[in-house]
């Protein structure tokens, strides 16, 4: 069945490093693959998505890039900020009528960046 | 404009007991589904919605019940409480347009001793 592997937590690092959580993914089809996250107390919100191989999603600093060849969507950030801290959930979706509004998420991985 | 609102937040339950999970929505989304959070297992799909009149079982629905007589509400039932139903319970909504770009509510954590 299709499923989706996050790398174990927690992630600790210093502001301004570079961050990479690994995401990878085994379904049928093309499914489209998101990065949610999860800020301490609240609900979960789309961090960013791809649709298709090769796609890159980008948002506030945060990019992953849809890679089919190796089943991976991996995030990543050039420098972490203290704000960044929060548990980040990879997910996909295989689409069609069945699956509507249907996530598979990762297991989540906190991280926690110091000052 | 609230989005997702889910009640209660907190809820600690005796084994056996029954009591609903409240979602609301005003964004008119048609799809909404409710989704446990557990340490190390990330999110499973218990119940979801494709509109009013319809749900479908998820992945985990053992023990839950769900219904949508509006496209605003959709409750999730316990009707005997059980300890393994301990987690955090999540609703979310999402569009005709942007199936797949869920909104959630805030969580409402449940404990069953």
């Known amino acids: 069945g299709n499923s989706v592997t996050q790398m174990e937590g927690p992630v600790t690092l210093s502001e301004e490093a570079f961050l990479t959580i690994n995401c990878t993914y085994t379904a049928t089809g093309y499914p489209s693959l998101f990065w949610y996250v999860q800020y301490p107390g609240e609900g979960l919100q789309l961090l960013l998505k791809?649709?298709?191989?090769?796609d890159k999603g980008s948002n506030k600093g945060f990019e992953a890039t849809y890679r089919k060849e190796t089943t991976s969507f991996h995030l990543e950030k050039g420098s972490v900020q203290v704000s960044d801290s929060a548990v980040y959930f990879c997910a996909l979706s295989n689409g069609g009528a069945g699956n509507t509004g249907k996530l598979i998420f990762g297991q989540g991985t906190t991280l926690q960046v110091k000052p | 404009n609230a989005g997702v609102t889910q009640t209660p937040k907190f809820q600690v339950l005796k084994t056996g007991q029954s009591m609903t999970l409240q979602c609301a929505q005003d964004?008119?989304?048609?799809?909404m589904s409710w989704y446990r959070q557990d340490p190390g297992m990330g999110l499973r799909l218990i119940h979801y919605s494709v509109g009013a009149g319809i749900t479908d079982q998820g992945e985990v629905p053992n023990g839950y019940n769900v219904s949508r007589s509006t496209t605003e509400d959709f409750p999730l039932r316990l009707l005997s409480a059980a300890p393994s139903q301990t987690s955090v319970y999540f609703c979310?909504?999402?569009?005709?347009?942007?199936?797949?770009?869920?909104?959630f509510g805030a969580g409402s954590r449940l404990t069953v001793l």
């Open positions: 964004m008119n989304h048609e799809y």
């Open positions: 979310a909504s999402s569009s005709q347009g942007h199936t797949n770009v869920l909104t």
């Open positions: 791809a649709t298709k191989a090769d």
